[in-house]
């Protein structure tokens, strides 16, 4: 996803019905948070739909990232020459990876990026980019749009290719978007399968790659409705347990759920033990309402604010941390 969408909300506003939607009282203070002293990484981010003008997008994320102290983002790209429009143009700015398998529409036209006419991106560009450092991530891997799992043979290069090189893999986990969304329109994706959003699936790939670095996206949605009744809460935690090198973000969860159902994701991760492997994304929803929810929440102390903020991604990405 790479915009809000009222879909998502009414979705989960429907989803979540059963819970009372009262939001958390805000404090001023922390509204302008481009007047604090804090430094944020944006753990999911994406560059324009292909066919966008990417410079004019390119200005307005600059310009949200500096009026809210964002130092980094990760940012998944759609085609080769989004390393030349974002990451050349901005430099310092960005932690890219491509996104992929590229699913097609119902006519056949690839849809959500597009490698030189292919739906993989080729694996000498892709080292070169990764060794030459203008590449630091890989995905996000659009699994469940393609229809294709984590073992595909297919992956087992990029897999390979990852662990060599020590670079994170995003991977979108759980069942959304709904059908007939902004994300996933009329036409789009006909082979999608959201079983494949199963974080378990990833297993046979750690056991081979144990030191992989891996986050998982769009983490801690409950089980709704409109994804079937289904959540992978459970099997996210097991993955978290075993392998200390899988981190998540909560992005759409942090934007479009009621606050007390985010706060209680959160409560549930920090409880379980995994505090540290939180990172705060926007998946291009805007920024502001989403940093304004992580500062009300009370019972997240200062430093555990900013593990999500900032440090468990520094952590995770290797990015050295910027000085207060």
């Given amino acids: 996803m790479r915009a809000p ?3 998502l909300i009414a979705f989960l506003l429907a989803g979540c019905g059963m819970l009372e939607a009262s939001p958390t009282p805000q404090r001023e203070e922390n509204r302008n948070l481009s007047q604090t002293e804090e430094v944020l990484i944006n753990a999911h981010f994406h560059s324009a739909y292909l066919h966008m003008d990417d410079a004019a997008y390119l200005q307005t994320v600059l310009a949200e990232m500096d009026a809210h102290n964002i130092s980094k983002s990760v940012l ?12 050349d143009a901005a430099p310092g700015r960005f932690l890219a990876g491509p996104a992929f398998p590229c699913w097609e529409n119902d006519t056949g036209e690839l849809h959500s990026c597009n490698w030189n006419g292919a739906a993989w991106p080729d694996l000498d560009w892709m080292r070169s980019n990764y060794e030459a450092g203008r590449m630091r991530v890989m995905g996000e891997m659009l699994f469940v749009y393609a ?7 297919r992956m087992s290069p990029y897999w ?6 020590e670079i994170p893999v995003a991977v979108h986990i ?4 709904p059908p007939n969304s902004p994300s996933r329109p009329a036409g789009c994706c006909p082979n999608y ?4 959003g199963n ?3 990833l297993r046979p790939v750690l056991e081979r790659h144990p030191d992989l670095k891996i986050w998982l996206q769009h983490a801690g949605f409950p089980a709704m409705p409109v994804f079937d ?3 992978y809460t459970e099997e996210t935690f097991a993955i978290l347990s075993d392998y200390p090198n899988v981190y998540v973000d909560m992005t759409a969860l942090n934007a479009a759920a009621p606050p007390h159902v985010h706060a209680a994701a959160i409560q549930d991760f920090i409880d379980r033990g995994f505090g540290d492997r939180i990172m705060m994304g926007t998946d291009n929803w805007e920024a502001a309402p989403i940093l304004d929810r992580y500062h009300s929440f009370d019972f997240l102390s200062a430093d555990q604010r900013r593990a999500i903020l900032h440090d468990n991604a520094a952590r995770f990405f290797a990015i050295e941390k910027v000085a207060d």
């Fill in 174 to 177: 759980n069942r959304g978007p």
């Fill in 229 to 231: 009744d289904i959540d």
């Fill in 5 to 7: 969408s009222v879909w």
């Fill in 199 to 201: 974080p378990a699936l």
């Fill in 160 to 165: 390979d290719m990852a662990a060599e090189l």
């Fill in 193 to 196: 399968n959201a079983d494949l």
């Fill in 147 to 153: 229809g294709i799992t984590p073992t595909d043979p």
């Fill in 76 to 87: 998944h790209i759609a085609e080769p020459s989004d390393l030349e429009d974002w990451v």
